[in-house]
């Protein structure tokens, strides 16, 4: 399979169909191709080499949220005289400021806020990869 078909197979899986669908459907529209010797050896290099860097994405995403341990960052956001912010700091949001103080990228799924952050002050913030867990400070002021 070259792409994902509903009810048939998942991308880079070897999947048995009728000949007329596979010759009329699947092959004109490179969903599929027939599954030589060739292809499905290309097609389990293709895997090892998506493994493989996904792996990488992910130790390197480990790194940097260790690099974050402890660490803290700021963010000014309108607020109100009494410190209710007009807008909640988002996961987006932070992973902007980590990148500006701290010149990490970090995906904004790495990051779980454990309550809204609507007011000024300070938030404790958690970061999470697949190995690593960590705890950044939000001081959030009132700017702009």
Known sequence: MLKDVRGVGQHGTVQNVADGYAINKLFPQKLAEPATDSAIARIESESAARAAAVAKEEEQLDNKV??????????????????????QI???????????????????????????????????????????????????????
């Open 66 to 87: 260790a690099a974050l341990r402890g660490k803290r960052i700021s963010i000014a956001a309108r607020a109100t005289e009494k410190g209710g912010l007009f807008k």
């Open 90 to 144: 988002t996961p987006a949001d932070i992973v902007k400021a980590v990148r500006l103080e701290h010149g990490l990228e970090i995906p904004d799924s790495a990051v779980h806020l454990p309550e809204h952050l609507k007011t000024v002050g300070e938030h404790t913030v958690n970061l999470r990869s697949k190995n690593q867990k960590a705890e950044l400070v939000v001081a959030i002021t009132q700017g702009q």
